[in-house]
């Protein structure tokens, strides 16, 4: 499977930074390189792109703005050197945030993550089944090949990003086709409230809530404005 990429940065260095790195993977296909996200609206229009090189400061319109606009946009890895970023670019559903200057390997982790999710398409939706007990619920998810049985006590939060979720448990992170709709009505809501769009979470494994995130690890997740009111009721309920 090749996957078609679009650098979009101002930089004609940093573009061949990544250009560089992309030749040393063999499949990934450079479809064109973008001084400007109005640039790149052109080729977005005339190309099929499946993941964007973004970086935010741009002339005209910046990377975020850019990326507010694409109604269906490709998978993204966000390329720039403003750290204060990264939450924003998690909230619109990025792939990976890498920090200029970043090393091969770092990039190479990128990739990783941008093809086991578009591998994830081409998967059926994972199902539920329950045991006798509550706590012996577990799902069966697929990914890529693979079909993994996931206890729900393994799971620490779930990440929607765009039409896949990202179930993160104990040791691993599994990717699959499926909406987080999906999924939160087949989880028990008092354990795994949804408290944001993107995130669903397992309130056992809440380590600390401080303002509008909470902490899993050493993941700190947002809190969205319409789901704050019941996860604070929830929290009080306990």
Not at 148 to 159: N, P
Request: glycine share 2%; charged share 30%; net charge negative.
């Amino acid at each position: 499977m090749n996957i078609r990429c679009l650098i979009i940065d101002d930089e004609p260095l940093a573009q061949r930074v990544v250009e560089r790195y992309a030749e040393n993977i063999s499949f990934l296909e450079i479809v064109a390189k973008c001084n400007s996200a109005v640039e790149a609206i052109d080729v977005l229009h005339n190309h099929e792109v499946d993941l964007l090189f973004l970086d935010i400061n741009m002339p005209r319109l910046s990377g975020m703005d850019f990326l507010k606009t694409l109604k269906n946009p490709p998978l993204v890895i966000i390329t720039t050197a403003y750290a204060e970023f990264a939450i924003q670019g998690y909230e619109l559903d990025v792939v990976d945030y890498l920090m200029k200057p970043f090393a091969f390997d770092r990039f190479y982790k990128a990739i990783q993550k941008a093809e086991e999710m578009l591998k994830g398409r081409e998967l059926p939706h994972f199902e539920m089944k329950e045991a006798d007990k509550p706590d012996d619920s577990f799902l069966f998810i697929k990914s890529s090949k693979k079909t993994y049985k996931v206890t729900l006590d393994e799971i620490l939060y779930i990440e929607a990003l765009g039409d896949y979720v990202k179930i993160f448990t104990i040791d691993k992170m599994i990717v699959s086709y499926q909406s987080l709709k999906n999924i939160e009505t087949l989880l028990p809501s008092k354990l795994f409230p949804r408290i944001h769009k993107s995130f669903i979470i397992a309130l056992s494994r809440v380590d600390l809530i401080e303002g509008n995130h909470v902490k899993i690890k050493d993941r700190m997740i947002p809190i969205g404005t319409n789901f704050k009111t019941d996860f604070e009721k929830l929290i009080k309920s306990i």
